[in-house]
């Protein structure tokens, strides 16, 4: 028995060290307080008294700016993507999850570096660390839904992002449903569409971190096929990479937590005849 006490502590010990991620909590670690569908069912109702943005440009070519896995404690790395975002006139900044480490007190700190909305339009979802310590009543009490819809209108098109919740490292029934139903109703409508979530679709290194379950990405990237979707961008592994699908760029962030060596950004520039980006290493 003892000895089989020791193998379990030592795999424990070693999924820890090989995670991606350097927080660490571990109820969370297999399992969230609140299931996808529940998460899903309140963002519903939240969007029923918010519905989604429409943004408007002035000229054909915008920019939006991406990160994910802040990590927040720390704030000198979401400081600088906040402040070369609204230095650069960004259209909007997307936040792909593990913006905190789920504490109360880490929502209130990242909540407190962000901008007004005069200032920078700001779009957060959240990823698998949001969700420890019971994290996912603090965001939604702070930021209401993690599942939605914003466009972005120019004079020529109108551009549509969706943002999915995939902090269980699962969509979940309902959110799968009404991500099928967007596709097939309103996608046709825009020149552009971009996915955020914060499970990355492919793993390119060896880690312990969460995947979506085989099945759903295999529904999710024929939906992307199918429905012409131009990129998906993701974090949650901390190392950039960058995949193509028949038309489609699966695009995963590094992280930008706090004194990590591969510390950056990504920069979205939005053109008439094509979508382009860069990382922006910190």
């Known amino acids: 028995m003892e000895n089989r006490s020791g193998k379990i502590a030592v795999l424990l010990l070693l999924t820890f060290l090989l995670s991606a991620c350097y927080q660490f909590e ?9 299931s996808a569908d529940e998460r899903f069912s309140q963002s519903e109702e939240w969007n029923k008294n918010n519905p989604f943005k429409e943004i408007s440009v002035p000229t054909d070519e915008y920019s939006i700016f991406a990160m ?19 230095e650069s006139n960004a259209t909007a900044a997307v936040m792909a999850g593990d913006l905190t480490t789920g504490h109360a ?38 930021f209401g839904s993690s599942t939605y819809l914003f466009t972005v ?3 020529l098109a ?6 999915l919740d995939s902090g269980s490292g699962t969509l979940g029934s309902e959110q799968l449903a ?34 979506p379950q085989v099945e759903e990405l295999h529904v999710l990237m024929e939906l992307c096929v199918k429905h012409n979707i131009d990129m998906v961008v993701t974090g949650h592994d901390h190392r950039r990479s960058e995949e193509k699908l028949g038309n489609t760029l699966f695009v995963s962030m590094d992280a930008l937590l706090d004194d990590y060596n591969f510390a950056s ?5 939005f053109k008439q005849d094509e979508i382009n980006y860069e990382f922006v290493d910190l």
């Open 26 to 34: 571990m109820r969370g670690f297999f399992f969230s307080y609140e």
């Open 68 to 86: 994910s896995d802040s990590h927040v404690g720390g704030t000198a790395n979401l400081d600088i993507f906040i402040n070369d975002a609204i």
């Open 105 to 142: 007190e880490d929502y209130d700190t990242f909540l407190n570096h962000l901008p007004d909305e005069e200032s920078l339009i700001s779009f957060p979802i959240v990823g698998n660390h949001d969700l420890y310590f019971d994290g996912w009543k603090q965001y939604y009490s702070l």
């Open 153 to 155: 209108k120019t004079p």
């Open 158 to 163: 109108t551009d549509l992002f969706i943002c």
């Open 178 to 211: 009404w991500l099928k139903n967007i596709l097939e109703t309103e996608r046709p409508n825009y020149r552009y569409c971009v996915l955020f979530t914060h499970n990355n679709f492919f793993r390119t290194r060896h880690t312990a971190s969460t995947n």
């Open 265 to 269: 950004y990504l920069k979205l520039h």
